[in-house]
């Protein structure tokens, strides 16, 4: 019983790392959309960020 649970938590840390990266992906993805210009609603559309979110990593960016 305890190694069918160890094995579903060992799938679901895999999943949640696959979520994590995959945020962390669009994220620099948008960073470097950011630093050459493109707006933010053309990131949006591409990385499926919100625009609220897009504005917060910029504002990030320039601080």
């Known amino acids: ?3 069918k649970r160890l094995q579903q938590w060992k799938r679901e840390w895999k999943e949640e790392g696959k979520l994590e990266g995959r945020m ?3 994220l620099e ?10 707006s933010l609603q ?3 559309a591409a990385t499926g960020l919100g ?7 910029r504002r990030g960016m320039e601080s």
């Open 1 to 3: 019983m305890l190694e």
């Open 24 to 26: 962390q992906g669009k």
């Open 29 to 38: 993805t948008a960073r470097g959309l950011i630093l050459q210009g493109v």
């Open 42 to 44: 053309v990131i949006a």
């Open 51 to 57: 625009i609220e979110q897009l504005e917060n990593l």
